[in-house]
């Protein structure tokens, strides 16, 4: 991560993640004269997978929209918001569960590939520990049949957590939320990304997911996290002056 903020923090167009953070609104007009360069939404997303996740599994797609056909489409999808209809790019955070096997694979071969080839023998605690995490935990943790195992292993942790301090988020509602959380550190990655480019981004989630999951032809199984509008903004697209509860209100110390 350590890479990623420094280059993040040192664009060409020297905005500080300071700057980025405050200059980044959700805008509802986008300028209709003002293109966007599609080569730099898609590194800006290229950023957005560098956003911490749960357990690395990276359980996203990011479907970068252009097209004129399809940003129509799913405009309308998006019950015809002006933060969608006047965009020139969308981008849609799908969340992708239904891949946690082949995410855990991944992160398990590529754990191999950088420990070298071993016997299990010759492999260090931290080593083995690592390997078990995709190899056996996540099976585990992610793995249900229509509900049924996931509340049994929600049972389970409520009863060990009687004694010890547990992990209790297991059934399939729980790992739903932690697919869901990842998606948005994503999507947030990626707006802030935009915004140290001077583009503009509104994120939505008044859609209609299955319209957009149909436009797509994405999975059954796959979720709409949110849709993301692109854009660059016009004055009116912004209704007014930032507003959020005073600091003492949400801040506890402890």
Known sequence: MGVFFCSFTRMKNNTSLIEA?????????????????????????????????SSNMQLWEFHQITSKNILKKIAKACLGQSAATTAKQLVVIVVRKDLWKQRATSNLTNLKNTFGEKQKSEYSSREKFALNYYEKLMPFVYWDFFGIFGWLKYIISWFTGLFKPTYRQLRNSDMRIVAHKSAGLAAQTFMLSMAAEKYDTCPMEGIDSLRIKKILNLPHRSEINMVISCGIRKPEGIYGERYRIPFENIHKIW
Request: net charge positive.
């Open 21 to 53: 953070i405050k200059y980044r609104r959700s805008v509802r007009v986008y300028d209709a004269e003002k293109e966007i360069d599609t080569a730099i939404v898609k590194k800006c997303l290229q950023q957005a997978t560098l956003a911490p996740n």
